[in-house]
């Protein structure tokens, strides 16, 4: 019976050991963790498709995080979505001629904004704007591209077959 019984607790303790390992996991793997909120700057970027940005995405320069994407919104004279961007404070020596992307982490990742730093010799201050921007390209957009096909298109081909056939060829 004590036998038993201590196969019982084994069979448990791993259960919760397992448990804790994937909450673990889960928290380190997101963007809540493994970021120190201190004083940030803000910057605004205008994206025509943010795809599935959401707030807290982190902001990173060469794969390393720098800020923190703090505030997404409509912009409906211009019906462009305006990201307000939270760097640390560390970093405030970017180019204001930097550019602005919106990527994805992976195949199936979480997306970001990944930031690449210009040459200007002038640098970005808080609330500024950057102007160089480039929009989330969707999984949806690629495949559709791919399966269209790229080169000649399918309309083309019937009729370059049909002039084949008047020279008295065979396609």
Do not use: C, W
């Not at 004083?39 to 060469?62: C, D, E, H």
């Amino acid at each position: 019976m004590t036998q038993r019984r201590s196969h019982q607790i084994g069979t448990g303790l791993f259960i919760l050991l397992g448990f804790a390992a994937l909450g673990y996991l889960a928290t380190q793997t997101t963007s809540l963790a493994n970021y120190r909120q201190g004083p940030t700057y803000a910057l605004k970027a205008r994206f025509t498709n943010v795809g599935q940005l959401k707030l807290r995405a982190p902001v990173k320069i060469a794969g390393v995080r720098i800020g923190s994407v703090s505030d997404i919104q409509l912009e409906p004279d211009r019906l462009e979505a305006l990201v307000t961007l939270a760097i640390d404070n560390r970093y405030n020596q970017l180019p204001d001629d930097s550019a602005a992307a919106v990527f994805t982490s992976g195949l199936l990742g979480d997306q970001y904004v990944a930031l690449k730093p210009g040459g200007s010799p002038d640098m970005f201050k808080n609330g500024d704007e950057i102007i160089l921007t480039q929009s989330s390209m969707q999984l949806e957009e690629l495949i559709g591209k791919y399966l269209v096909g790229s080169g000649d298109s399918p309309a083309k081909k019937p009729a370059e077959s049909e002039s084949a056939t008047q020279e008295g060829k065979t396609p």
